[in-house]
């Protein structure tokens, strides 16, 4: 599995490509908007960072708005992948960004059948939004596993990026899953990585290592 960093923060990424741990970043009009920076200077300055994909979002809702906006970003940066609402318009436009041969990442998936049209109109990547679902009592990671098994039985080329992760049991079932990348904020990467039982073996390592005596 694929891991991206969910966040337009500078600092959070440079943190998480510096331990060699991400593939990609995804960004949203939300998490831009936190770092009180433009969104093409923060965008720049990851492309700098990360040479993976990148995912930046459209803010237009109609198909003209929404194309127009793609092209733009699309030509900002080869990593630039285009993030598309999941509503009739951005299929629309997701068909003729993928004939035009921009990637595109169809965002806000709530539904299998949102899923099932949003790969039949050519979509590369398709977010599914665990943690939103779980919060109004659903199951986002049975969403999960409709989308890999959807697109397992037909072929169908687009990838599963599952999203709004909230905590580390999110990327772990994800991963046994199948879905083929993980976007998670930096927050829960370093909790992926944290052990109580590393810490307390590197303490005890480290005060006996002060035991050793000198040679
Ligand atoms: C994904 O691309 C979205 O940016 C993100 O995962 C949404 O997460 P949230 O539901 O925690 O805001």
Do not use: W
């Not at 041969?101 to 050519?122: D, E, H, M, W, Y």
């Not at 999110?170 to 039982?197: C, R, W």
């Amino acid at each position: 599995m694929q891991i991206f960093i969910d966040t337009a923060d500078i600092e959070e990424i440079r943190d998480a490509a510096a331990m060699g741990v991400i593939d990609g970043v995804t960004t949203n009009p939300s998490l831009v908007a936190k770092t009180g920076r433009p969104f093409q200077e923060v965008l720049v300055d990851i492309c700098e960072v990360v040479d993976g994909p990148i995912s930046a979002e459209v803010v237009a809702t109609d198909y003209e708005g929404m194309v127009k906006e793609a092209r733009v970003l699309a030509k900002m940066h080869e990593n630039i992948v285009v993030k598309i609402p999941l509503i009739p318009e951005g299929l629309k436009a997701v068909r003729t960004l993928t004939d035009e041969g921009i990637r595109t990442n169809v965002t806000l998936c709530f539904s299998p059948t949102q899923g099932l049209l949003a790969a039949k109109a050519g979509a590369t990547y398709i977010s599914p939004f665990i943690g939103r679902i779980d919060d109004i009592a659903g199951n986002g990671m049975e969403l999960v596993e409709q989308l890999v098994t959807i697109y397992q039985n037909y072929g169908l080329t687009t990838q599963v990026l599952a999203a709004s992760i909230r905590h580390p049991v999110h990327a772990v079932q994800a991963s046994l899953i199948g879905a083929d990348v993980a976007t998670i904020p930096h927050k829960v990467i370093l909790q992926l990585l944290k052990h109580p039982l590393t810490d307390i073996g590197l303490e005890r390592f480290l005060a006996d290592a002060k035991k050793i005596p000198a040679g």
